[in-house]
């Protein structure tokens, strides 16, 4: 007598099981990384109003916003190697909570060098957070999997801006005065207190591994254990060192250079570009910055739902940081109008947190083990540079134009370039699955 095996039956339990554990704790993750997100670019919205305040310049102001990528360069790799050791849950809570500390801090700077040492120490204590959920979420799921995962985790990116556009500006404007502090200062003391509440739910909720999560059964467990495992051996660099002399990896630092220095462009130039279109008020920058996140957010989900079904990851990367660097040279062409200015950005934002979650689905399908802890942290610190040389380099550029638009223009060549490097030098067979 044989038996058949309903695959239907079969691959709908797994779904199942699957879908139980992402809703455990993607929408955590998801949160924290709203907040991380949050705390890391809040900067951009309080110069509108520090920098008269403080008589900081441009480039005073782009220097102490990209040091915080100095210190999470520096401090990335072993703060990944020490999640990957003794667990997401205590790792990711030591991190919020330094961070958050850090974070509150900012509102009490005074100089230039008191603002430098803050941001680049808020750099330190957020090192290996991002990639320490990439390499979470290589645990919990396979790579055919992952992608809308990825994508979920990377709208905390968008979401980021739709919530702390409006929040930032009601703040810096409702704020003003209280207790003799400015709408700048407020600002970094009421969003630096979320990471400190999360980290205690992190500590609580979070599971390092699937075999000690009680709330699956032992078949479901085992479920996901042999999807994972069995993805797992597809990859090829398992090894440190075989993940820091793997010309992919070394590739792959460059390509998320470029995507980069237009991430944090917009991140840290958006409400500069909306207040040089003639919008003064604060909340109403906050307010207009709620359309590109919104546009983001939408063409982020398509996109991950495309790339699963296709298990393409090319083009997935590639066609939207192409659509970013038209959406800069928008922004650059505009001459302070605000029409031809907000279809700019809802480019760029579309654009580049489209491309980010599936620009990780690359390196994510070859790396492996400690190698994957290991390359996943080189990949994103070499790659976060440009969050030190974006902010720096447009600051320095304004200072000496008096216009953001040479700088908006060598953000887009940087996303064009990676576009290219994706489409001509990254092996579909390394990536598609």
């Known amino acids: 007598m044989t038996f058949e095996v309903d695959t239907a039956t079969v691959d709908a339990q797994a779904d199942a099981t699957f879908r139980r554990a992402a809703w455990r704790f993607m929408p955590l993750l998801f949160i924290c990384y709203v907040v991380a997100y949050l705390d890391r670019v809040n900067v951009g919205f309080a110069k509108l109003q520090m920098l008269n305040d403080l008589q900081f310049s441009e480039a005073v102001y782009g220097w102490g916003a990209g040091l915080f990528f100095v210190g999470y360069f520096i401090f990335e790799i072993p703060s990944n190697l020490l999640l990957h050791r003794v667990g997401a849950r205590r790792w990711i809570a030591r991190i919020m909570v330094?961070?958050?500390?850090?974070?509150?801090?900012?509102?009490?700077?005074?100089?230039?060098?008191?603002?430098?040492?803050?941001?680049?120490?808020l750099g330190v204590a957020e090192s290996g957070f991002y990639p320490g959920m990439i390499l979470y979420l290589t645990y919990w799921f396979p790579s055919h999997r992952r992608g809308r995962m990825m994508a979920v985790l990377t709208a905390g990116n968008p979401v980021s801006g739709m919530i702390g556009g409006p929040l930032s500006g009601y703040l810096m404007q409702a704020f003003a005065g209280v207790g003799g502090y400015a709408g700048w200062q407020w600002l970094f003391i009421i969003e630096a207190l979320p990471a400190l509440v999360l980290a205690v739910i992190?500590?609580?909720?979070?599971?390092?591994?699937?075999?000690?999560?009680?709330?699956?059964?032992?078949?479901?467990?085992?479920?996901?254990?042999?999807?994972?495992?069995?993805?797992?051996?597809?990859?090829?660099?398992?090894?440190?060192?075989?993940?820091?002399?793997?010309?992919?990896?070394?590739?792959?630092?460059?390509?998320?250079?470029?995507?980069?220095?237009?991430?944090?462009?917009?991140?840290?130039?958006?409400?500069?570009?909306?207040?040089?279109?003639?919008?003064?008020?604060?909340?109403?920058?906050?307010?207009?910055?709620?359309?590109?996140?919104?546009?983001?957010?939408?063409s982020m989900i398509l996109v991950g739902q495309h790339a699963d079904a296709t298990r393409e990851r090319r083009w997935h990367v590639s066609a939207p940081a192409l659509v970013a660097?038209?959406?800069?040279?928008?922004?650059?062409?505009?001459?302070?109008?605000?029409?031809?200015?907000?279809?700019?950005?809802?480019?760029?934002?579309?654009?580049?947190?489209?491309?980010?979650?599936?620009?990780?689905?690359?390196?994510?399908?070859?790396?492996?083990?400690?190698?994957?802890?290991?390359?996943?942290?080189?990949?994103?610190?070499?790659?976060?540079?440009?969050?030190?040389?974006?902010?720096?380099?447009?600051?320095?550029?304004?200072?000496?134009t008096h216009s953001l638009n040479s700088g908006l223009y060598l953000v887009a060549g940087s996303l064009t370039l990676s576009a290219i490097l994706v489409l001509i030098f990254v092996p579909a067979r390394l990536v598609n699955r």
């Open 98 to 121: 330094t961070w958050g500390l850090l974070s509150l801090a900012t509102a009490w700077v005074t100089t230039p060098m008191m603002f430098y040492v803050v941001r680049f120490m």
């Open 202 to 298: 992190i500590w609580g909720v979070l599971d390092d591994k699937v075999q000690d999560a009680r709330w699956l059964s032992d078949e479901q467990r085992s479920v996901i254990a042999r999807e994972v495992g069995a993805d797992a051996a597809k990859r090829t660099h398992g090894s440190i060192a075989e993940a820091f002399t793997s010309k992919w990896v070394w590739l792959l630092c460059l390509i998320l250079f470029g995507i980069i220095m237009g991430s944090y462009a917009l991140g840290f130039w958006q409400p500069t570009i909306i207040k040089s279109a003639g919008i003064n008020d604060p909340f109403t920058v906050g307010l207009l910055t709620v359309i590109p996140y919104t546009c983001a957010l939408i």
């Open 325 to 400: 660097a038209a959406g800069f040279c928008l922004c650059a062409l505009s001459e302070g109008r605000i029409v031809p200015s907000m279809i700019g950005l809802s480019l760029v934002a579309a654009g580049i947190i489209s491309a980010l979650p599936m620009f990780w689905a690359l390196p994510t399908s070859f790396l492996g083990g400690r190698g994957a802890a290991a390359g996943i942290a080189l990949i994103n610190s070499t790659g976060n540079l440009a969050g030190f040389v974006s902010p720096s380099l447009i600051g320095w550029l304004k200072d000496q």
